[in-house]
T-cell receptor, first 113, second 115 residues
Framework: DTGVSQDPRHKITKRGQNVTFRCDPI?????LYWYRQTLGQGPEFLTY????????KSRLLSDRFSAERPKGSFSTLEIQRTEQGDSAMYLC???????????FGEGSRLTVL | GQQLNQSPQSMFIQEGEDVSMNCTSS?????WLWYKQDPGEGPVLLIA?????ELTSNGRLTAQFGITRKDSFLNISASIPSDVGIYFC???????????????FGTGTRLTIIP
């Protein structure tokens, strides 16, 4: 399967713990996006990278959130000191530079107890 | 964050019926896309539109890029059970061929097929 892959698919954690999600984009795609989706809503933009450079961050991305893409391939999204409000589906997408078509992974569902 | 307005929020139809849904924005977009999402899965791209007034088909799906660039429409003809799911529109303000910008998503239209 050469699509976008995310790991883990599901994560249950206690409030205050740190969690990390990984995204492997489609190999030839140089742009990588993170979105968050809560129940009944459309995906909301968090941040995106072109190669290893983080080009934009949403105001939704508080200082407890950090994303990296160190070698311009896979990316990680870390949430520190999780809160119950962080419970959501975290979606990763990738695209080529010159197209508006984002391809999404299956998502990582986070539940904070 | 900002979300585009989609209408209707939900639809209950019988198999074989045609479906129409739309998406509106207060700002102009240069690219419109339509995605379908099944429960517990990520959105899957259905159609991409790059030019105002453009009408594009993908099988039984037809989408249009509104002439004002502030809206888009999706039609599904002769619905079948696998069409069940949530349909999202998404707009991109960046100019195509100059690189991507983030997508802003709609609130979704949930399609249910009544037996």
């Amino acid at each position: 399967d050469t699509g976008v892959s995310q790991d883990p698919r599901h994560k249950i954690t206690k409030r205050g713990q740190n969690v990390t999600f990984r995204c492997d984009p489609i190999s030839e795609h140089n742009r990588l996006y993170w979105y968050r989706q809560t129940l009944g809503q459309g995906p909301e933009f968090l941040t995106y990278f072109q190669n290893e450079a983080q080009l934009e961050k949403s105001r939704l991305l508080s200082d407890r959130f950090s994303a990296e893409r160190p070698k311009g391939s896979f990316s990680t999204l870390e949430i520190q000191r999780t809160e119950q409000g962080d419970s959501a589906m975290y979606l990763c997408a990738s695209s080529l530079f010159n197209t508006g078509e984002l391809f999404f992974g299956e998502g990582s569902r986070l539940t904070v107890l | 964050g900002q979300q585009l307005n989609q209408s209707p929020q939900s639809m209950f139809i019988q198999e074989g019926e045609d479906v129409s849904m739309n998406c509106t924005s207060s700002s102009i977009f240069n690219t419109w896309l339509w995605y379908k999402q099944d429960p517990g899965e990520g959105p899957v791209l259905l159609i991409a539109l790059y030019k105002a007034g453009e009408l594009t088909s993908n099988g039984r799906l037809t989408a249009q890029f509104g002439i004002t660039r502030k809206d888009s429409f999706l039609n599904i003809s002769a619905s079948i059970p696998s069409d069940v799911g949530i349909y999202f529109c998404a707009g991109q303000a960046g100019i195509s061929n100059f690189g991507n910008e983030k997508l802003t998503f709609g609130t979704g239209t949930r399609l249910t097929i009544i037996p």
